[in-house]
C-alpha cells in the first residue's frame, strides 16, 4: 500500500513538473510570436504601385521611435485623406490596393508602417498599446494636408489599432475596419487553441497559466501591458462612426470578434458580415460592394463627433 501510494505520489510530482515546463515552454513561444513577429521588408519600387507620386515621410514616436510612411495626393483632390493599417508581419505594401481605391476617389493617403513592422523602428510590436498614438501623431502630421476629414482603415492587426486609435485621437470623421480583435487576451486564446487544435476549451482552463505568464513577462520585463490592446474597451469609449467588416469563413480572428464589438459600440458602429469571405478577404469576396460601403461610409460621416471623451 505504501509503495502505490509513493508510486503515485512520484507520478503527480512528476505530471505537475511536466506541467509547469510546458506552461512556460509555451508562454516563452507566445511571447515570442507576439513581440516579434515576421519582419517583411519593402520592395524596391512598390511605391510606384499606387500610380501617383508618393512622398516617403517620418516622424518620431513618443518614445523616440522613428516611424516611416508614404504620403500621395490623387489629381482632384476631394479635401479629405484616409490613414490605411496594415496587418501584423506585413508593412504598409499590404494595403496599397485599398489606397488606389481612396484615390480614385479623390482621397489623399498615408500609408504608415507600424512600428516593428516594413521601414518603422520599434523592437517589438504591441498591438494598439503604443500604436494607438503613433496614429494619432501621424493624424496630427497629416491634418495640414487635407482640410477636410480624416478617416482611419484598418486590416486585422492595423483595424485593432485603428479602433484604439479612434478613442484617442481629435478630429477623425469615421473609421472603417476589417478583421479586428476584440481583445489581445481573448486572440491570444484564440491563437493557442489553433497552435494546439484542441479547441477554445483548453486556452480556458490548462492553457490559460501559459498565457498569462506571457502577458506576465512581457508586462515586467518588456514594460507593455498587452491587456491594455483592448479594441473592446477603445469602442465603449469612442462615438467615432465605426464600420466593422467580417467574414463567415474567417478562421484566422472569427467573426464572433466584430460581432462582440458591435455590441459594445451599438450607438455608433455597423457590422456588415461578408458571406464567405476569409480573413481580410472581403474585398476578394465582393469587390464592388466593400468600394461602395466603404466609400458611403466615409462620405457619410463628414464630421467629427465632437471631442474625444
Avoid at 178 to 188: K, P, W
Avoid at 219 to 240: K, Y
Wanted: hydrophobic residues 45%; negative net charge.
Amino acid at each position: 500500500m505504501q509503495a502505490r501510494t509513493r508510486f503515485l505520489v512520484r507520478a503527480a510530482v512528476a505530471a505537475g513538473s511536466a506541467y509547469w515546463l510546458a506552461t512556460c515552454v509555451g508562454a516563452a513561444f507566445l511571447v515570442n510570436l507576439a513581440l516579434h513577429p515576421p519582419h517583411r521588408p519593402l520592395d524596391a519600387g512598390s511605391a510606384s504601385a499606387l500610380g501617383v507620386p508618393v512622398e516617403n515621410v517620418d516622424l518620431s514616436a513618443a518614445d523616440g521611435v522613428t516611424l516611416r510612411a508614404w504620403f500621395a495626393a490623387p489629381a482632384q483632390p476631394n479635401g479629405a485623406a484616409v490613414i490605411l493599417l496594415h496587418g501584423v508581419a506585413d508593412n504598409r505594401e499590404g494595403v496599397a490596393g485599398y489606397a488606389r481605391m481612396f484615390l480614385a476617389r479623390g482621397y489623399d493617403v498615408l500609408l504608415p508602417d507600424a512600428r516593428a513592422h516594413g521601414e518603422s523602428g520599434g523592437a517589438f510590436a504591441t498591438y494598439g498599446v503604443l500604436e494607438r498614438d503613433d496614429v494619432r501623431r501621424w493624424a496630427a502630421w497629416l491634418h495640414p494636408h487635407a482640410p477636410g476629414c480624416e478617416y482611419l482603415f484598418g486590416e486585422s492587426m492595423g483595424a485593432a489599432i485603428a479602433i484604439q486609435a479612434s478613442a484617442v485621437t481629435p478630429g477623425i470623421c469615421a473609421i472603417a475596419v476589417e478583421s479586428s480583435f476584440a481583445t489581445f487576451r481573448e486572440i491570444a486564446s484564440d491563437r493557442i487553441a489553433q497552435i494546439s487544435r484542441l479547441g477554445l476549451w483548453f486556452p480556458h482552463t490548462l492553457g490559460a497559466p501559459a498565457r498569462e505568464l506571457a502577458l506576465a513577462w512581457v508586462d515586467i520585463f518588456d514594460r507593455v501591458n498587452l491587456a491594455e490592446a483592448s479594441p473592446l474597451a477603445a469602442i465603449r469609449r469612442s462615438r467615432v462612426p465605426t464600420l466593422l467588416i467580417a467574414g463567415t469563413a474567417d478562421d484566422n480572428i472569427p467573426m464572433r470578434h466584430s460581432q462582440e464589438l458591435e455590441r459594445a459600440g451599438a450607438s455608433h458602429s455597423q457590422l456588415w458580415i461578408v458571406d464567405g469571405a476569409e480573413h481580410t478577404g472581403a474585398m476578394t469576396a465582393d469587390p464592388r460592394d466593400f468600394e461602395r460601403r466603404v466609400t458611403s461610409w466615409f462620405a457619410t460621416h463628414d464630421t467629427p463627433p465632437g471631442p474625444v471623451e
